[in-house]
Nanobody, 121 residues
Framework: QVQLVESGGGLVQPGGSLRLSCAASGSIFRLNAMGWYRQAPGKRRELVAAITSSDTTTYADSVKGRFTISRDNAKNTMYLQMNSLKPEDTAVYYC???????????????WGQGTLVTVSS
């Protein structure tokens, strides 16, 4: 069983910062690409940022220059540093990982349960 657990969400004022974490646990042989998605009320889930196993990153245009994705492979953890937050960043943020499970061996795509980020004064 492989799990992704997000943390770090909460209420922040416009212009503020938050750091999200996504910790992977369980029978993991290798974590491949990982990403952060978000879903605002009444909207479709969208990709926010992604990072490959070799640390190549991509960002949605709406967060470029404000958000930074990173990972610590030794800790099986991914982060999203969010600065200059705007009300339109309000959403449930989900982490996602493509990985190779150890037992039973095979490729998996796993989602976290989500963490709520609210940007409001």
């Amino acid at each position: 069983q492989v799990q992704l657990v997000e943390s770090g969400g909460g209420l922040v004022q416009p212009g503020g910062s938050l750091r999200l974490s996504c910790a992977a646990s369980g029978s993991i042989f290798r974590l491949n690409a990982m990403g952060w998605y978000r879903q605002a009320p009444g909207k479709r889930r969208e990709l926010v940022a992604a990072i490959t196993s070799s640390d190549t990153t991509t960002y949605a245009d709406s967060v470029k220059g404000r958000f930074t994705i990173s990972r610590d492979n030794a800790k099986n953890t991914m982060y999203l540093q969010m600065n200059s937050l705007k009300p339109e960043d309000t959403a449930v943020y989900y982490c996602n990982a493509d990985l190779v499970a150890l037992s039973p061996r095979g490729y998996l795509e796993v989602w976290g349960q989500g963490t709520l980020v609210t940007v409001s004064s």
